[in-house]
């Protein structure tokens, strides 16, 4: 089993990440273009640990433009092995009011202008996505909010929506008919490509907002969402420097199997393999492919 690296994805707000020693920018190149921007690395309690601004520093980049198969590469070159996600999310319960931190499970894809996987012809893989997220690591970070008595939501469904404009009444009040609780527009393929790149990947979703179907709150706006994203930073860094330590102790494989999700999901017959995918995909497929 590699070396545990935690890897964190800064959302909307979150672009640097305080405490880490050894702390440098690096430019990673990868075979599907550039990440968002150079990746921090550095140490925090004695866990190694990996960060990149989803947005780039900035937040130059909107949810449909931004590369996250590259993002996804480049993490799993420096040696990332657990991805936290952190993302501002509009409330679609009336029970989830901003600066809650819900830890989320389930996913809805609603996207539709991206691409979403590392394979394709020449190459097929279907990963299983039942549980989209890992458990494993949603159960650490559950103590850490616990042990900092951070309001939070153990298990939410996160509508992941195409964007960049926020949602009609008519549509936020259909995915609240579905049961979804939050609303977002970056999880999406991100999870996806964490599970082909067979790393543990989980969301803190940080409520800002009550999107634009609450009678009682005004609609969602970019002011608002940052103000409450800035009110929480600390409870989003102390998060972080919880979880490290916690992540550094875990032990062995994945038993959710995140970390071996390609064993069973390679359709594509050896003599019929494209060389030149196998060569682009090496980092992912090395594992199950040798
Ligand atoms: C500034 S609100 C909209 C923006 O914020 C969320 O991004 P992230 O998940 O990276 O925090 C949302 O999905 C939108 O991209
Ligand atoms: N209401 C909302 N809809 C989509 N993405 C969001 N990010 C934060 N609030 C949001």
Redesign the pocket.
């Known amino acids: 089993m590699a070396d545990v690296v935690l890897g964190v994805i800064g959302g ?1 707000g979150v672009y640097d990440i305080d405490g880490l020693s050894d702390k440098r920018w690096v430019r990673v190149e990868t075979p599907f273009g550039d990440p968002s921007d150079e990746l921090l690395t550095g140490t925090l309690d004695g866990q190694k640990l990996v960060f990149l601004p989803r947005h780039g520093r900035g937040h130059r980049i909107p949810p449909s433009e931004l590369n996250f198969r590259a993002n996804i590469h480049a993490l799993k070159q420096l040696g990332v092995t657990d991805i936290l996600s952190v993302s ?3 409330s679609l319960k009336a029970e989830l009011p901003p600066g809650t931190f819900v830890v989320i499970d389930q996913f809805i894809d609603r996207t539709f202008a991206r691409t979403k996987s590392f394979f394709g012809t020449g190459l097929v893989a279907h990963v299983a996505l039942g549980h989209p997220v890992c458990n494993r690591l949603g159960d650490l970070i559950e103590e850490a909010l616990t042990e900092l008595d951070i309001p939070y939501r153990r298990r939410g469904t996160y509508m992941v ?1 195409e ?1 960049p404009q ?2 009609t009444i008519a549509e936020s009040e259909l995915y609240r008919s579905w049961g979804c609780d939050v ?3 970056t999880n999406m393929p991100e999870a996806k490509l964490a599970r082909e790149a067979e790393m543990c990947y989980a969301t803190v979703a940080m409520v ?2 009550f ?1 634009c179907w609450h009678p009682d709150h005004d609609h ?1 706006t970019v002011d608002a ?1 940052i103000k409450v994203v800035v009110a929480n930073a600390g409870n989003a860094r102390s998060l972080v420097s919880r979880l490290a330590p916690k992540v550094a102790g875990r032990e062995g494989a994945c038993s959710q199997g995140c970390h071996t999700a390609l064993d069973n999901a390679i359709m594509t017959a050896p003599g019929h393999r494209d060389p030149e995918m196998l060569k682009r995909l090496d980092v992912i497929v090395k594992r199950v492919l040798g």
Do not use: Q, Y
């Open positions: 909307s501002a999310v509009g929506m964007g926020f949602s609303i977002g527009m800002t907002d999107d969602v969402v």
